[in-house]
DNA sequence: TTGTAGGCGTTATCAG
DNA sequence: CTGATAACGCCTACAA
C-alpha cells in the first residue's frame, strides 16, 4: 500500500494525498477527509525509507558512549534519549569501549545510517592529539557533532559540560576546612574531565598549603574490590586521612576500605564520591557527592541542537556548575 | 557525490558501481581497482536512505525499554547493542515509562522508522488483558517482536527469559533451611516476571509448612529510604527474620533496614536480592542475589534473531535457569 | 564482464 | 486548490 494505491482509491493525485500527509493548507477540507478516510480504511503508513531519500533525513540522531551500562553514563543516555524523543528524534545508540580504533569503526555504523546529529557522551573521546581527534572532526564535517563532559575546539563541534575543575576543588578545600590534613584523590582515567578534576584537587592542595598535591592522586582501579586492595597497599606508603573520588563507585570502594580496617567514618576518615548516582546512597553509610547535573547537561544539549538545526548560532562550548552534596561520608 | 558521479569518472556504468559497491565477483578486478580508486580519492559513501529504499530495510532494530537508566534495564540495552553491532545492526533506544498508552506512542517512534525487529526489554510490556496487548501483536505483525524477561502467546513473538519462579522458589528455600522461620517478600511491580517470582515465593512458604504465604508478600516502594520507612512500619503488625527481595534496589533498602534497627546481617536478619547487579556489591554487608544472567539472555535473543532473519524456524520460549549467589547477608 | 532501464515511495516544482 | 512530472540515489533483472 502506498501513495499511488490511496491516491487512486480517494481519486486524486498523489500530490494532493502527499499534501494530506504532511498536513498542508493548501487542500480543500472536503479532498482532505476523502484521502484520510481511504489512508484509515487501509491503515496506510507512509514509507520511512522514501521519505527519508526525499528529505535527506530520518529525524533520527546517534549517541555514543564508551559503555551504556556505566550508572553515569546510563542516566546520560536516559535523559538524551527522553528529550531527543520529546522533540520527535529517535535515538541510534551505539557503545564503543575505550579503544581510538572502535571508536572510529563504530561512528561508521551510525554515519553510514545517515544521522542528522551525533553525541558524543563522556570526555573519553576527546584524545590527546589533533590527529587522534581527526575521527571527530571528520564527523562534524558531516554533521553536528556535540560532546558531552567533554570539550574540543572545531568546526561544528559543541561542547556541553560541568566545570569539573571547580566542583573537585571546592570539594577538597570543604574537606581541608573540616579537618582533613591529608587527602588523597582517587581517578580512573585521565580523559579531558579526568585531567580538569585532578587539576581541582591539585588547585585546592596548593591554595591550603598542601605541598605534594601531584603526589597524593593516584589512578586506581574501579570495581570496589580492587578499590579496597589498592588503598590497604597504599597505606603503606602514605598517611591519609581522607579520600576524594573521581566517581561514585571509587568511593565506594574507599567507604569499604575504611570500614573494613576499623576507621570511623567521617571522623577519622572522611570519603566523596563523583556523580550523585544512585551507588552514593546505596552505601552505608551514605557519600558526600558532586551533583554534576547529567539531566541538565543533557536538556541542554538537546535544545542546543534544536537551535542548530533551526540554523541559529549556538556558542562552542557551554559551561555549568555543579553542586556538591553532603551526606555522611563528611564532617 | 552519488553512484552517477563515480560512474562518470570511472568510465564505467552506474551498474558496474553498484556491482563494487556490494562486492559482487562478477567485475574484473582491474575495473575494481579503477571504480575503488575513484570512490577513494572522492571519499564517496553510498546514501542510506537510498539504499534503503530499494532493499526496504536499514539493518536497525528497535529496543524499548521503559527505564534505560534501572541499572538491570542499562545492562541489557548495553548487551543487547554489543550484540547488533557485532552482525552489524544498529540499535535505536526507545524508553516507554510504565503507561500504557506511552508505549504504544512511542513503539510508533521506532515503527515508523521502518526498524527490522524490536526488542521489548522486561516483563512490564505484558499486559493483563488480550486487549491491552494489541499493541504487541500489532508490532509483530511487521516485524519480528522480541520479549525479555517477559512472555506472550503469538504470532511472530518469541519470548526469552529467565526462570524466576524457581530462583525466587529455590532462594526462599534455602534462606528457610538456613533459620530463617518467618521471611517476607517484597516486590515493586506486578508484571510477568513480577508473579512468577512471586509465585515461587508462595510455593516454597507451602512446601516448608509456612501457611500464611499470601500474607507475607508485600509492594513496596523502592527508593532505599522509602524501603527502610516501609520495613519500619511493616514490623509493627509482623515479626519477621528476613527479607527477601524481587531485585537488588530494594534489598539495599532492607539491609539499611535492618542496621538502622540493630539488627544483626546474618544473624538476626537476612536480606536477599535479584539481577545481581553492582548494587549488590556496594552494599555493606554485600548481598546474596539472584543471577538472572542479562549477558545469556541478550546474546540468545540476538543470536534467535538472526536465525529468524535467516528464515529458520525458533520457539515461540526461550527459557533459562538463575544461580542463586551468597554473599553476606545469608548465613 | 558490462551496460540499460525500470522500480523502490516519497517530496517538490511547476503549471493550470 | 489540484495534478503531472521530475528528482532523490541505489539495486537488479535483462540484454548485450
Not at 558524543?120 to 564527523?139: H, Q, R
Amino acid at each position: 500500500m502506498n501513495i499511488y494505491d490511496i491516491s487512486k482509491q480517494a481519486g486524486v493525485s498523489i500530490a494532493t494525498v502527499s499534501r494530506v500527509l504532511n498536513g498542508s493548507d493548501k487542500v480543500s477540507p472536503a479532498t482532505r477527509e476523502k484521502v484520510l478516510k481511504v489512508m484509515e480504511q487501509n491503515s496506510y503508513t507512509p514509507n520511512a525509507f522514501a521519505r527519508s531519500l526525499g528529505l535527506n533525513s530520518m529525524h533520527t540522531v546517534g549517541i555514543l558512549c564508551a559503555d551504556s551500562s556505566d550508572v553515569y553514563l546510563a542516566s546520560a543516555i536516559y535523559y538524551l534519549e527522553r528529550e531527543l524523543r520529546y522533540h520527535s528524534y529517535a535515538s541510534m545508540l551505539c557503545c564503543t569501549g575505550y579503544q581510538l580504533e572502535e571508536k572510529k569503526k563504530y561512528l561508521q555504523l551510525l554515519l553510514s545510517r545517515n544521522v542528522d546529529a551525533l553525541f558524543f557522551v563522556g570526555s573519553n573521546f576527546v584524545e590527546d592529539t589533533e590527529k587522534n581527534n581527526a575521527y571527530l572532526f571528520e564527523a562534524a564535517g558531516k554533521v553536528p557533532v556535540f560532546i558531552l563532559n567533554g570539550y574540543l575546539a572545531g568546526d561544528n563541534i559543541h561542547s556541553v559540560l560541568c566545570d569539573d575543575s571547580l566542583a573537585v576543588s571546592e570539594m577538597t578545600d570543604t574537606l581541608i576546612k573540616r579537618g582533613s590534613r591529608s587527602p588523597v584523590y582517587l581517578y580512573r582515567s585521565l580523559s579531558y574531565s579526568g585531567k580538569r578534576k585532578l587539576a581541582g584537587f591539585q588547585e585546592a592542595c596548593e591554595k591550603n598549603g598542601i605541598s605534594d598535591g601531584k603526589g597524593r592522586a593516584f589512578s586506581c582501579p574501579a570495581p570496589v574490590h580492587d578499590t579496597m586492595t589498592f588503598l590497604a597497599g597504599l597505606e603503606k606508603d602514605l598517611t591519609f586521612d581522607a579520600c576524594i573520588t573521581a566517581d561514585d563507585e571509587l568511593a565506594v570502594g574507599a567507604v569499604k576500605y575504611a570500614l573494613s580496617q576499623g576507621k570511623k567514618i567521617p571522623a577519622e576518615f572522611q570519603v566523596t564520591g563523583y556523580n550523585n548516582s544512585l551507588l552514593s546512597t546505596c552505601s552505608t553509610p551514605e557519600i558526600t557527592t558532586v551533583d554534576n547535573r547529567v539531566e541538565f547537561m543533557c536538556t541542554t544539549a538537546v535544545s542546543l541542537l534544536m537551535q542548530v538545526l533551526d540554523g541559529k548560532d549556538i556558542p562552542a562550548r557551554t559551561m555549568f556548575s555543579a553542586d556538591l552534596i553532603h551526606r555522611e561520608t563528611t564532617n
